[in-house]
């Protein structure tokens, strides 16, 4: 993992130029996927003062009124335990009692399986976003994280797929697109 790829996995950029912990965007974006009504509303570190909540999750009411759900104290406190207090908040608007452990612990598991499947998605983004870019490149070479892609010559047909050649002694992988047969 290169030192540029070990950063955009920690941190992503702001609109403001501040930085946020990727996690902590990956999180606001499953709950902005899970209700749109909600809105979770960052103290930049600069503008806060001792003590202050970092973090307020903003409801979005239908009377038009934006109320505060609830806050957080702090960055390292916003994580799994945030979408668990959403998730569990909605399944007690349906019960009159609270819930039981068994659902605590499902709501749990579930959250665990939303945040692996959002990081998934993350990935597979990514991913996709490397291969327009290689396959738009006019080069013939392409190299992105110690991985080095050659395209096929321009006489081959434009079908191509991939296989990877042996380490080289760089210690750099070598993968090489070739004509697929017709």
Not at 61 to 79: H, I, Q
Request: charged share 30%.
């Amino acid at each position: 993992m290169s030192e540029i790829d070990f950063f955009a996995e920690i941190a992503e950029p702001l609109a403001d130029g501040s930085w946020i912990n990727s996690n902590i965007a990956r999180i606001v974006e499953i709950i902005q996927d899970y209700d749109p009504n909600l809105e979770v509303r960052w103290l930049p570190r600069d503008q806060r003062a001792q003590g202050n909540d970092v973090f307020q999750i903003i409801e979005h009411c239908k009377d038009g009124a934006d109320r505060v759900a609830f806050t957080v104290k702090d960055e390292a406190s916003f994580d799994e335990r945030v979408l668990n207090k959403i998730f569990e908040a909605d399944m007690t608007k349906d019960k009159q009692r609270g819930l039981t452990i068994q659902e605590k612990i499902e709501i749990a598991n579930n959250t665990q399986k939303i945040i692996a499947a959002k990081k998934w998605q993350d990935k597979l983004e990514e991913r996709q976003e490397l291969a327009q870019s290689i396959l738009k490149s006019p080069l013939n070479a392409y190299s992105h994280n110690g991985i080095r892609y050659d395209l096929p010559d321009e006489a081959q047909p434009k079908k191509a797929i991939v296989h990877q050649s042996t380490i080289r002694s760089n210690s750099t992988k070598r993968i090489k697109f070739k004509a697929e047969e017709n």
